[in-house]
């Protein structure tokens, strides 16, 4: 069943946001847990933003709780997280007590049994915050159209998933190599009429990317006209004056990054309450303030009003047994489909 | 026992523990069902999932013809670029053998990316001069086509080459030259009778090292062959750590993968001992006093001079001058007139006020002279054990020695992780800066071997024997006849280790934690952030870094000459 992620209400948000608010126990909770982590040492965060910007987030989090030190561990992208982690764990290491990553790489670590669970309904947070025991939802990667503003007029930038697909596109568009944003979307449009579309996008080849960065850069260089990428991974191009624009297409793939406690952890609780606190209103502004990344529940961050009006779709964390083998088909169409792009 | 024995004994333990051992961890991951050292149970599902899969032939093929194509430019350009620096009246050739690291100290994938700004065939600079002057209708050049791949890798590997190969030149006896001359040969004929052959050791090991790093590496293929699905076997090492579908990365598949790199290897390594069975016949360095005298190039000298320029203006100004520009931008864009506009200093500013960079700088510093002295150290002392004192057991030193580069580095890391967090309480180097080292220490090695190994062979055995006869001790021999031979060896491996640790990348990201942070990971922040005119101002102080290690080093050895 395909989810869709309703545009947030002032309801929801209530319901979502503060979760430290809500309930004289789930605040006794988080008191209790902040009492706990203060005497275990700092938190140890791996997440894949540069450091230099994650340490705003740290020290966002140390003003609200002073007595606790937050350290950050960059990941370098990609499965090195669950790699760590996995052999971390297995070595006896201590390991990351809190992380922030996408489904397909907390849910086989859960697979594996090395992480925590927790009851986050008893801490005030809502099921489509916290969909499974081991996630709480952080913040949401937001796939938009880009193009180079010099090289195509507004009126003929791609607004649609379809334009991509007009002729005249042919070997000048670039995409993401993980095929992330067509999983999302085959929660809505089903496996099949994705598979179709991708086969049809790679007829007309494009250029494949390591990453939505470099992606975005070369949209902005002119390297290619226009492409799929991610709304926070175009930010750092555009704030410096880059020819760079994006469109939100309708329906609008997501990928939500949730946090999550590896057993291995020596400051759990202290894991617990930063995973806590980045659901917050406070926590996801000092976030997305610090990476362009925001949590679409919370409707006080740009991502959420990024998202208004559109239908954002994603693949259920807990259905991830059966997303992998869609991401394995999809990549191979993208991968194989096609000869090598022409070369003008 | 004898000394050299127990030397031998002694040395085959430790590169059992840094190579064997994580090597055997790389391998015992191929047979692991969840792909990790320590996953339980056993499979084969690995080599066929990897060996028996479609397209596998078809990769195979593209990634050989990528390798043996750089391979083969490398060595051309290579071989040339030495003989003219090290062995002619090349004008300015001091200035030359400068320079011809300094692309070195770049890290790849901003030099693969300069080339796009220059070569793309939509926004590449040289492709819109060329067309706009000689009024063609399509780009002359395509840096995403095969050729331009191999083009770009084989430039890459030129500056490794040519320290390959500049000792052995250097050691050549000029008297063979000068009869060939006297004889009436001509110049060409030299090159092609004399030197060449002369030289086969040192070609021969630098063709089976040019040939395995063009088999693993990524950042080529990664950033010029991927957007046009163009793969060769490293993308798919990418692919299978980075990006698998199932969000772990596959390590089952790369260690299957590495048993081919390694089988590749051995084979190489055979070949090479093969080529080079007939030790005497390489023999320039003998007891007969020779004064390295350049060969005068004749009427040769200035077009000589214009070629090897045109080299170094491809070759090192045009992608330094990107990389510059690059560093000079607020965004990406391609070097035009009407972009003037927009030079800034602000990344410049920025790095050099980014409160990281102190530490960032002096923990690469220590580092990379740690491992640079590291290798030349256990390089030259596997080398004099296994060609000059030919000990029991030498092949399987050398076997040892050269094995790593068969494998991704990151694999190299992995393995390492396992090692360090088994033997955390006896030796607790993981998340420091010394884990570091011992990868480094450990991928470098095989330069080491291959550079010192070859310049070796040079050696005739009459020089250590003249010592022996006049009563001087092994060591002594050591210290006073070979170690001075083969210091040119040992130096280009110092200077090479040190050039490559300042910009490696892949382990140190896997062996990052909060207190070892070097440059190239902090140059990947801003990369990987979204910034790549950031990082490309990173590149420019590393190669600045670089350039003045490289001087440092000229000064301080040119002073230990003179004294």
Redesign the interface.
């Known amino acids: 069943m395909p989810e869709e992620i309703a545009v947030p209400t002032r309801r929801t948000m209530l319901l979502a946001a503060p979760a430290l608010l809500l309930g004289r126990s789930a605040r006794a909770q988080v008191d209790a847990l902040a009492t706990e982590a203060a005497g275990l040492g700092p938190v140890i965060w791996y997440e894949s933003t540069p450091s230099d910007l994650a340490n705003q987030v740290a020290a966002a989090f140390g003003r609200r709780y002073p007595r606790i030190a937050l350290r950050h561990v960059r990941d370098s992208g990609g499965n090195a997280m669950s790699a760590r982690i996995i052999q971390e764990s297995q070595g006896g290491a201590r390991t990351a007590d809190v992380a922030t990553n996408s489904a397909s790489v907390f849910w086989p670590l859960a697979q594996r049994g090395l992480l925590e669970g927790a009851d986050w309904a008893a801490l005030g947070a809502t099921p489509s915050m916290a969909p499974t025991p081991y996630s709480l939802l952080a913040t949401a990667s937001v796939f938009v159209l880009l193009s180079n503003t010099k090289l195509v007029p507004e009126a003929e930038a791609p607004a649609g998933w379809d334009a991509l697909l007009e002729p005249r596109w042919r070997g000048r568009i670039g995409v993401w190599q993980r095929t992330e944003p067509f999983v999302s979307l085959a929660a809505l449009w089903g496996p099949e009429r994705v598979a179709d579309y991708l086969g049809r996008l790679s007829a007309q080849l494009p250029f494949l990317f390591p990453s939505t960065f470099p992606l975005a850069q070369q949209v902005a260089a002119g390297e290619v006209a226009a492409g799929v990428g991610i709304y926070h991974a175009a930010l750092p191009a555009i704030s410096r004056g880059a020819p760079l624009r994006y469109l939100v297409p309708e329906p609008a793939p997501i990928s939500s990054l949730y946090s999550f406690m590896p057993k291995a952890g020596r400051n759990r609780p202290g894991g617990k309450l930063f995973s806590l606190w980045l659901a917050t209103e406070e926590g996801a502004l000092a976030y997305e303030a610090a990476t362009g990344r925001g949590n679409p529940l919370i409707a006080a961050t740009r991502t959420a009003q990024l998202l208004a009006g559109h239908t954002s779709v994603e693949q259920k964390p807990e259905d991830a047994d059966a997303t992998l083998p869609l991401i394995e088909r999809y990549d191979a169409i993208l991968r194989q489909t096609g000869q090598a792009a022409p070369s003008k | 026992m004898t000394l050299d024995r127990a030397v031998a004994l002694a040395l085959g333990l430790l590169l059992c523990w840094m190579v064997a051992a994580p090597l055997g961890l790389v391998l015992l991951s191929a047979v692991r069902p969840g792909g990790?050292p320590?996953d339980p149970g056993f499979t084969t599902a690995n080599f066929a999932a990897v060996y028996l899969a479609p397209?596998f032939p078809e990769l195979l093929g593209t990634t050989l013809a990528f390798a043996a194509g750089s391979t083969a430019v490398a060595l051309v350009l290579g071989t040339l670029l030495a003989w003219a620096i090290e062995r002619t009246d090349l004008p300015g050739a001091a200035l030359f053998r400068a320079l011809v690291i300094l692309p070195m100290a770049t890290p790849p994938v901003l030099l693969a990316i300069g080339w796009?700004?220059l070569a793309?065939?939509?926004?590449g600079v040289l492709n819109r001069v060329l067309q706009d002057t000689l009024g063609l209708s399509?780009?002359p050049f395509?840096v995403?086509?095969l050729g331009g791949m191999v083009f770009v890798e084989g430039l890459s590997l030129v500056p490794t080459t040519v320290l390959m190969l500049a000792p052995a030149c250097r050691n050549m006896d000029p008297s063979f030259e000068e009869a060939a001359l006297a004889s009436g040969a001509s110049r060409l004929r030299v090159l092609r009778r004399i030197v060449l052959p002369l030289l086969l050791p040192a070609i021969a090991a630098a063709a089976c090292f040019m040939m395995i790093v063009s088999l693993v590496v990524f950042d080529v293929p990664?950033t010029l062959g991927?957007?046009?699905?163009?793969?060769v076997l490293s993308t798919q090492v990418?692919?299978w750590?980075?990006?698998?579908?199932?969000?772990?990365?596959e390590?089952g598949k790369v260690g299957a993968l590495a048993v081919l790199f390694l089988a590749i290897l051995l084979a190489l390594g055979a070949l090479y001992r093969r080529a080079t069975r007939r030790a005497a016949a390489f023999r320039t360095v003998g007891g007969k006093a020779f004064r390295a005298r350049p060969m005068p190039l004749g009427t040769l000298r200035w077009p000589v001079f214009t070629c090897v320029s045109a080299y170094f203006v491809v070759a090192v100004v045009l992608p330094l001058s990107v990389l510059v520009w690059s560093s000079l931008m607020?965004?990406?864009?391609?070097p035009s007139r009407a972009a003037l506009a927009?030079l800034t200093l602000e990344n410049h500013r920025d790095f050099l006020a980014?409160?990281?960079v102190a530490e960032a700088a002096w923990n690469s510093v220590v580092i990379a002279l740690v491992a640079a002295t590291a290798v030349a150290a256990l390089a030259g002392l596997v080398a004099w054990l296994v060609v000059r004192r030919r000990v029991p057991g030498g092949a399987v030193l050398d076997a040892l020695a050269f094995a790593p580069i068969a494998v991704p580095g990151v694999m190299i890391g992995?393995a390492l992780?396992?090692l360090y967090?088994?033997t955390?309480p006896i030796l607790p180097v993981?998340g420091t800066i010394w884990i570091i080292v011992i990868a480094y220490a450990t991928q470098y090695l095989p330069f080491g071997t291959r550079l010192i190994g070859g310049s070796m062979i040079q050696l005739h055995p009459e020089l250590e024997e003249a010592g022996r006869t006049s009563g001087a001790s092994e060591a002594r021999i050591l210290r006073r006849v070979t170690l001075p031979l083969v210091a040119p060896a040992l130096a280009a491996t110092w200077v090479w280790v040190l050039a490559h640790a300042l910009r490696e990348l892949s382990s140190a990201?896997?062996l990052?934690?909060?207190d070892n942070?070097t440059v190239p990971t902090l140059l990947?922040?801003?990369?990987?952030?979204?910034?790549?005119?950031r990082a490309a101002a990173v590149g420019v102080w590393l190669v600045l870094a670089v350039l003045g290690a490289l001087l440092l080093s000229r000064l301080v050895g040119r002073r230990a000459v003179d004294a």
């Open positions: 990790f320590l397209g796009t700004m793309s065939p939509r926004i399509a780009a395509d995403f086509s990664g991927l957007p046009v699905r163009r793969f990418f692919h750590i980075s990006e698998s579908p199932g969000g772990v990365p390590y607020p965004y990406q864009v391609a927009l980014n409160g990281q992995v992780i396992y967090l088994a955390g993981y990201l896997l990052r934690s909060f942070m990947w922040d801003y990369w990987s952030g979204g910034e790549p005119t």
